[in-house]
């Protein structure tokens, strides 16, 4: 976690220069998802914790998210720590959401629904449609396009069927169908590292062929 650093810039700015990137560029790859779910994982570790203190971020953006884009995933570090606010302290109405935030479906300007547990994590799920299958962030925040959103998550090719199916249990438009527990969204997400990190199997009914090319009179040829 952290405020501000010399030499970090928010993931926002580097997700506008994607292409820019190796670790971005290829996200078909598993060797470039996983050092990815690897800094969801320390991301989702941190709004645990701060849940943990009974407290909201509600400012859950890639601009509250700090990285060195040189040195890649693994120095990503939540911030956004201004928008914090403690369950039961002030009002956590949607009409006090933090600015630029994704907004859950449930916080509608009719909604009588307030900030919650379940909504911090629905802008983690909009943070990771960002980041793994390409959504900008004009969309990711946009609650009145929360079915384009869906499909356009459900309709990515550069990710596996349970990576697909974490994102769209956290988008969930009812916060009770939502994955919104910290412990249970970091075990998914360590589920995924454990799958992507495994090497490549081959088919069962596949065959390995060893082809050998030798020049005439050889030894081995003789010998055949």
Avoid: C
């Avoid at 911090?120 to 793994?132: C, I, P, R, T």
């Amino acid at each position: 976690m952290l405020l501000a650093a010399p030499g970090y810039e928010t993931l926002r700015q580097v997700l506008d220069a994607r292409s820019k990137h190796d670790w971005l560029r290829d996200l078909k790859s598993a060797e470039v998802r996983l050092p990815l779910w690897r800094a969801m994982r320390h991301l989702a570790l941190g709004l645990t914790q701060i849940h943990d203190q009974q407290m909201l971020h509600r400012a859950l953006t890639s601009d509250a998210v700090f990285l060195d884009s040189a040195v890649g995933p693994d120095s990503m570090r939540l911030g956004g720590f201004e928008w914090t606010v403690r369950v039961g302290q002030g009002s956590l109405d949607a009409t006090s959401a933090a600015p630029a935030a994704p907004s859950a479906p449930e916080l509608t300007a009719q909604s009588t629904h307030g900030q919650t547990f379940e909504s911090d994590w629905y802008q983690f799920g909009a943070l990771l449609s960002q980041v793994l299958a390409g959504v900008g962030p004009d969309l990711a925040a946009d609650a009145t396009q929360h079915d384009e959103l869906m499909l356009r998550v459900r309709d990515t090719q550069k990710i596996t069927g349970v990576e697909r199916d974490l994102l769209v249990s956290l988008l969930e438009r009812s916060p009770d169908r939502r994955l919104s527990r910290g412990v249970e969204v970091v075990a998914e997400i360590e589920n995924i590292i454990a799958i992507l990190d495994q090497p490549a199997r081959v088919a069962e009914n596949a065959y390995l062929a060893l082809t050998v090319l030798v020049g005439s009179g050889r030894l081995l040829l003789r010998s055949a």
